[in-house]
């Protein structure tokens, strides 16, 4: 997940106080990056915290919707890349309360990008999507010439996002690549609402496995460092456009799925996360009460292998064995 090409580069992570955000700007800043952290709330149990990597960083407070905050960003740290990751994840926050997930996920997006274009020193942006953005679908696994049918209010954030991303480098030639992947899991999530860390918080506090759905969706399961990896790819590969390099446009303005094209069920992930924990004694409840859920959602990553040469590392029994032991190691934080 290093690369040399990072050394002494301005960059701006939104969202680097999250799950996804932290571990890439742990990353970049490894890499030698001047890493800028773009930060609404300050989570005083956030893995940026917890590893330290918030004291090698420079920090903007403010959010998504505040424009000028995030031109300010951009200027005055003379940014020339731009990891845009900061979003409203939270399906169920969103289908509560739509309004606030489509101004951070919508009206950010498109300030983002606006600074983007605005600011002298800019380069790239890799825009964090999702596989939620294509919606339900018959055809499976996803490519990335199927369409954007996210309905439910998370989903259609995401794919409005996406589509303004793209409309950025169609108009105004803005150097952008779209990051859409599947679900992420791994240390550092805090969001109980998600399947991994609700069951591993469960296990180590020796509490029943409570299954909101019925155990019978399928999903694909990333670890998060196989993320990490999928995003500094595309940051590199964008890379090249921005210097020049002979060989046209690279990738720009394109979209890339990034998962591992094995699904689980829902039952049969959180069977592996107990065998990952070592604690055979656990019991389950399956409530199968959980609305506005695709029943299949899986990716097909075959772009991204040949034209990043980007591929999974983390089988899933080795990527929950290790997000099991994040957990073990920080479970003071999760006490009832």
């Not at 919707?65 to 900061?86: G, K, M, P, Q």
Request: hydrophobic share 40%; charged share 25%; with cysteine.
């Amino acid at each position: 997940m290093e690369g040399k090409i990072w050394k002494g580069r301005n960059v701006l992570v939104t969202g680097a106080n999250g799950f996804v955000g932290s571990w890439v700007a742990e990353a970049l800043v490894n890499s030698g990056a001047n890493v800028v952290a773009l930060i609404r709330d300050i989570i005083p149990n956030s893995n940026l915290n917890l590893s330290g990597t918030i004291k090698k960083m420079s920090v903007v407070k403010g959010s998504l919707t505040d424009y000028r905050i995030i031109e300010r960003a951009f200027n005055e740290y003379e940014i020339d890349t731009c990891f845009h990751l900061a979003a409203q994840a939270i399906v169920g926050v969103a289908n509560r309360s739509p309004l606030s997930t489509f101004e951070s996920n919508i009206t950010g997006t498109w300030n983002v990008l606006e600074a983007c274009r605005t600011a002298k020193r800019f380069e790239r942006i890799v825009v964090a999507s999702s596989d939620k953005a294509y919606g339900d679908q018959e055809k499976l696994p996803y490519t990335e010439e199927s369409p954007l049918l996210g309905a439910y209010p998370y989903d259609a954030s995401k794919a409005c996002a996406d589509i303004l991303s793209r409309s950025y480098y169609k108009t105004y030639g803005l150097n952008v690549a779209v990051a859409r992947c599947a679900n992420i899991y791994g240390g550092g999530d805090l969001n109980m609402s998600r399947l991994v860390p609700d069951m591993m918080t469960s296990l180590l506090q020796g509490r029943t496995l409570v299954i909101r759905s019925d155990g019978k969706m399928e999903r694909d399961y990333m670890y998060v460092k196989d993320a990490v990896n999928a995003y500094l790819m595309l940051g590199e590969k964008l890379g090249e456009k921005a210097s020049g390099k002979k060989g046209g446009k690279g990738i720009s303005g394109e979209a890339f799925n990034f998962g591992t094209g094995k699904p689980v069920t829902v039952l049969e992930l959180v069977k592996k996360i107990i065998e990952a924990s070592g604690r055979k004694d656990a019991k389950m409840k399956v409530l199968g009460e959980a609305k506005y859920e695709i029943k299949r959602q899986y990716l097909d990553s075959a772009k991204a292998a040949k034209t990043l040469g980007w591929k999974p590392k983390y089988g899933l029994a080795e990527g929950l064995k290790e997000t099991y032991k994040w957990y073990e190691r920080n479970q003071a934080l999760f006490r009832a």
